[in-house]
């Protein structure tokens, strides 16, 4: 089996000779609206970038060479990124944190079903469709789990099986000031069971073997459908469900003092913690079919929870929206777990998707699986009747308790109670707030960007979704793609700076082409000519790649400055070193300030935030055919969240925004990167053509030139 090499500890004169490089576009343009002059301001940060190259960074750089020769795989992923991007982070993991994925409705089940209602109520299929997609996630579990080192196995492989093992069994715990994750036990009682949630009861069910073989999908069936009618037994009992997963939804300190409060409360409760945080993953089964009115539109940005409302058409717009939303942020946070690794969720029509926190793996890794998980559909031959039966309350008067399933209780008091419904209010807001969208753009995909204009499709993606921003805004912003650094051991993610001079040089040029298109249409001319854009767009895209490739392969930038900062912030303050260096520094300290930790002017420095406000946060998965989409929040007020999808012959779009910000607008913005793309195509078309006039002409040399004058 192929061994993975360690990530490097960047260089540090390349790192910072690349960061000088990200921050030129952002100077051009405080040139250009008439504040300080680019070679003044650039100058002054390339003092500040020798300084600190020729002085306290030497000391940095070494402790991070330190640093990594005592880590078990590497400086960065042992040591600072899980804890700095995900469990130190405060906000709420609702939408702002956790990913999420929809599926692809399945075609095998009845049309009437999947049309939706609105009723209330666990449906059979979609009981089967849960234990099918469970039993297929499960199996490619024991498969990568299980797998004996094979000498054929590449790097890729290698990246796979061990990322697949960090996905199940465990759980993000809250901690006031930075959470934990939950240790791994396999000889847990609970370690081949699910969490399954419906009506917001909590049980556990047991779904493998103790060798992580999955149960035959006929045994996961009947055991969720025991569960269910165990709650249609307690619900026309008169009880009701104590909703403690609302609280996974809050400020992660809240959290963290409600968790320590219910701990206190009974030793039920920690029991109940145990057995969520230990299973392999949770279920959630809604008893509704999530509706347009329950969520908010740019139309209506407050939702409702109208029964009366009308079920939208099947694949229709407001179908798709719906179901998104419910995936990723059900009403009032009812009957999830955010902090749990990985839930898969279906409504009572069918419609499936999945969600999970992000501190254990990225969003790759799980639409991996997911995309095996869906894509075999249910099997009919796999369960002893076709169809399944109805879940009745006659039934569940006399089903026995069985085996294989058990109930998980809370022992709560009247402040948890209050702040359940407090934290319900909370998550509504957050809810009410977000405007998710899908764009389908489907005029063209990878395959004609790759064969035709001959260009990477990713990069061509990132410019068009450069230029979408800058003409929604007029101005440059900092961009965050995600590149993976699968090639190392234990590696995970580095930021690629979209944002470039190149790409500036082409969005100005394109935008302003753009707005020619009027004038033209009323009869003038057009000062710049779209084959004119081509080799912007060209440069602007082998900068891009050139990106890529550096931060994929262990040369990326901001987890280097991450980690000198982090350094430099250990070492001590005192009176012969100041906490920033000697040199013009954009910030100053009062004697009487309390103690500050060590800094420098590189780090001070404004534009320093400003190249990682990443007003577009952007990520790019497969290309998604089992999926109707995914995503993850905006990581700024003013900005968007956007995660893609290159298909051969399409393109898709998954954003979120807040409707509380005037500047954006998730809606306007898909129209927006479809516009950029639809003009991207014509400038590489009119580029095309003219290199074909160019060879044309230089056939018969000047006959042919004559020849075209006359």
Known sequence: ???????????????????????????????????????????????????????????????????????????????????????????????????????????????????????????????????????????????????????????????????????????????????????????????????????????????????????????????????????????????????????????????????????????????????INESVMALSLDHYTAMPSHYPTPASPSSSQSSHASIPALDSDAEIHAHLHNTRSPPRARNRFFDKNLTLS????????????????????????????????????????????????????????????????????????????????????????????????????????????????????????????????????????????????????ECVRSASVEGLDFVRAAKEWRCEAAYVAEGGQHEVEPRALLPLLQHAIQTHARRTREAATGRGIDRHLLGLKLMLEELPVDASTSTSSSLDSPSSSSPTDPPQKRTHSLFTDPLFSRSQEWKLSTSALSSGDQFRGTGFGAGWEDGYGISYLIAPHRIKFCIESKFSSPLTSTNKFKQHIADALQDMRAICEAGELGLKDRKEKSVDGVDTRVQARL
């Open 1 to 275: 089996m192929a061994k993975l090499p360690r990530l490097p500890v960047p260089d540090l004169r390349k790192t910072l000779d690349r960061y000088l490089q990200s921050i030129q576009p952002f100077l051009r343009e405080d040139e250009a609206r008439g504040h300080s002059l680019f070679e003044a301001s650039y100058e002054k940060r390339v003092q500040w970038v020798d300084d600190f190259e020729k002085g306290i960074g030497r000391l940095c750089q070494h402790k991070l060479h330190e640093l990594d020769a005592r880590s078990p795989h590497n400086w960065l992923d042992d040591n600072i990124w899980t804890n700095h991007a995900y469990l130190s982070w405060r906000a709420p993991l609702l939408i702002n944190s956790n990913w999420w994925l929809t599926f692809i409705n399945d075609p095998s089940i009845p049309e009437s079903i999947l049309r939706g209602d609105t009723r209330s109520g666990i449906e059979p299929w979609q009981v089967r469709r849960a234990a099918c997609i469970l039993h297929r996630v499960l199996d490619w579990r024991a498969r990568m789990v299980n797998q004996h080192p094979d000498p054929d196995t590449t790097r890729t492989g290698v990246w796979l099986l061990t990322n697949t093992e960090k996905m199940f069994n465990t759980c993000r715990l809250p901690r006031a000031g930075a959470d934990v994750l939950a240790t791994r036990n396999p000889a847990s009682e609970h370690a081949q069971d699910i969490m399954l949630m419906l009506y917001d009861f909590v049980y556990t069910v047991r779904v493998c073997e103790d060798d992580r073989t999955p149960l035959p999908v006929q045994t996961i069936e009947n055991g969720i459908r025991a569960v269910v009618l165990d709650v249609i037994k307690r619900i026309e009992s008169g009880e009701s469900a104590v909703p403690v997963g609302v609280l996974t939804s809050d400020d992660r300190d809240r959290w963290a003092e409600n968790y320590q409060h219910l701990l206190s409360l009974s030793p039920t409760n920690a029991m109940t913690f145990r057995a």
């Open 346 to 493: 279906l409504e009572r029509n069918t419609r499936a998707g999945a969600m999970g926190e992000h501190t254990p793996v990225d969003a790759l890794v799980p639409s991996i699986v997911f995309d095996y998980g869906v894509i075999a559909g249910i099997d009919s031959s796999a369960f002893s009747e076709p169809v399944p039966r109805p879940l009745t309350l006659e039934e569940a008067r006399v089903s026995d308790d069985g085996k294989g399933w058990t109930r998980l209780d809370w022992v709560i008091d009247e402040r948890i109670e209050t702040q359940i419904r407090e934290a319900e209010g909370r998550a509504q807001a957050s809810i009410n707030n977000s405007e998710a969208g899908i764009l389908i753009f489907g005029e063209y995909g990878a395959d004609w960007i790759g064969s035709v204009a001959r260009l990477p499709p990713d990069a061509y993606t990132q410019l068009a979704l450069q230029l979408a921003w800058y003409r929604s805004r007029g101005f440059l912003t900092a961009t965050y793609e995600t590149a993976l650094t699968r090639m190392f051991n234990a590696g995970r993610t």
